[in-house]
């Protein structure tokens, strides 16, 4: 076994009213591949911001390579070896890929930037990690989340690292880029570059992980645990302090065609390149999921449902009513409420309280003579907070404080509280710990059972064909099959995505 590269001893940091990290401890070895779990406020991404020299710590000592040491900027520890790639990107969308990557430590000569060797050594590290298409000269700006997630690990790896710290690297990847990663990963582990890998998805951390630490409450309540052979319901166990079983809810019935009305009817509904032809109803209590790997067309389709998105040709109705195209606040009155796949840039206001973000589609339930009743706002959003076990549960605190679970909850508490008759579900579960998903899968079949029409885009097919009731699969911008979740499986769905041939 190699010599520590990374001890993290003690490590206590207190924000106003929080301890974040109550006394974590944490080894990391050269070339190795360490796993961090917990859930959502169990202080991963304190921690993190801690070895990142974004927070200085209360208490606690920090030794790399065998020496004790100070991170006390982002930019020591990057001269030290250590980068971070965040799971909510802090790239520059009106700079080029090139000049994202080298941001900081930019290559000049003679006072110049070398602009020219900037653009091939970026096209260099893109190539590597597997995307050769992505062009240097292009703005970050016009890339997809995934082509984002790329270039932030471009950068990472374009200084001399010794440990790269992943937050959550795979939440906006789908099978084939996961593959690719993994692939750069351990190509970094045979160079002697560690990793400190966090997700939570447990079947990623058994492929991918040497060793796990898992934290609780601020606490290490488990480190050094072998990836590949603790079982699964210690690992759940350890993070959540109970056993849970990782099943989905069943409804009533799941024979896909479903007895109540028909609720959200889309009818040959084309935009642009993105999608076309597309025609499917949804029923009052159904779950109809949309699968197919990214860029295929499943988040557009959301997005002109709800009229964020104009459509070119067809028609959206709710309750036999047309929607207006292209118009949101239309879609919104008619009863629909998007959770979209890009949390913080398209469905938060993080400057802003929780309680203002939950209230956000309902504020004239809370207007009395020109103005609001903000008592009436923090208690129904107090009430939404507890149910969903925000954490913290403080409705006054800004929303950009909160971690990406927890973020995620307050935008499904925000459509709870509008009651809406179609709730479109972009990624429900990105960045949401393992007892998280269980209480989201259990509120959206809930919701389907009280007769919400939902649909459904996951990355992850077993969370789609576990979830839905129906299942329409898409290869660029084409449904290629339609038909109940139980008439397909895994298998099947990643076939038809990558051939297109019609079932």
């Known amino acids: 076994m190699s010599d520590p590269l990374l001890q993290m001893t003690g490590i206590v940091k207190v924000f106003p009213g929080v301890r974040a990290l109550d006394g974590v401890d944490l080894e990391v070895r050269s070339g190795e591949v360490h796993c961090l779990l917990g859930q959502n406020g169990a202080g991963k991404s304190t921690l993190i911001k801690v070895l990142a020299g974004a927070h200085q710590p209360d208490e606690g000592e920090i030794r790399w390579q065998g020496e004790e040491i100070r991170l006390g900027t982002p930019m020591a520890a990057m001269k030290n070896g250590i980068a971070t790639i965040y799971q909510e990107l802090d790239l520059v969308d009106g700079l080029s890929v090139a000049e994202n990557i080298y941001l900081g430590h930019e290559l000049a000569a003679a006072g110049f930037s070398r602009r020219g060797d900037a653009q091939k050594q970026a096209a260099a590290l893109l190539a590597r ?74 079947e990623e951390i058994r492929e991918i992980g040497d060793r796990v630490t898992v934290l609780k409450d601020g606490r290490t309540v488990a480190t050094g645990l072998p990836a590949r052979d603790t079982p699964t319901r210690e690992l759940t166990r350890r993070m959540t302090g109970r056993d849970i079983e990782y099943v989905f809810p069943q409804p009533t019935s799941r024979d896909g065609d479903g007895d109540g009305a028909v609720v959200l009817a889309v009818r040959d509904l084309s935009a642009g390149k993105a999608f076309s032809g597309v025609d499917f109803d949804v029923r009052a209590g159904e779950i109809v999921g949309l699968a197919g790997l990214v860029g295929s067309g499943r988040s557009e389709i959301l997005e002109t449902i709800y009229g964020a998105r104009k459509a070119s040709s067809g028609t959206v109705s709710v309750d036999g009513k047309r929607l207006r195209n292209g118009h949101v606040r239309a879609a919104v009155g008619a009863g629909v409420g998007l959770c979209p796949e890009e949390r913080k840039s398209q469905g938060l206001l993080l400057d802003e309280a929780v309680y203002r973000n939950v209230s956000l589609a309902t504020m004239g339930r809370f207007a009395r003579g020109g103005f609001l009743n903000r008592g009436g706002e923090k208690r129904a959003a107090t009430e939404h907070v507890k149910a969903l076990d925000v954490r913290p549960p403080d409705v006054d605190r800004a929303v950009r404080t909160l971690s990406g679970g927890n973020q995620q909850k307050i935008v499904l508490a925000r459509w709870l509280l509008r009651e809406c008759r179609v709730l479109l579900l972009d990624e429900p579960t990105r960045g949401v710990d393992v007892g998280a998903r269980s209480e989201i899968y259990a509120l959206v079949r809930r919701l389907a059972d009280d007769g919400v029409a939902v649909v459904l885009v996951s990355s992850e097919v077993p969370e789609v064909l576990g979830l839905a009731d129906r299942v329409l699969v898409l290869r660029e911008g084409v449904v290629v099959h339609t038909g109940p979740a139980d008439d397909i499986d895994e298998h099947r769905v990643l076939d038809l995505v990558m051939e297109g041939s019609a079932a």
Request: hydrophobic share 45%; aromatic share 2%.
């Open 129 to 202: 990690l597997g995307h050769p298409e992505i062009s240097p000269r292009r703005e970050v700006g016009t890339l997809s989340a995934a082509g984002k997630q790329i270039v932030s690990m471009a950068r990472a790896l374009s200084h001399d690292v010794k440990l790269i710290i992943m937050d959550e690297p795979s939440a906006v990847l789908d099978q084939e880029e996961v593959a690719r990663l993994f692939k750069v990963i351990r190509d970094l582990q045979a160079e002697g570059v560690a990793v400190v890998y966090i997700s939570h998805r447990l």
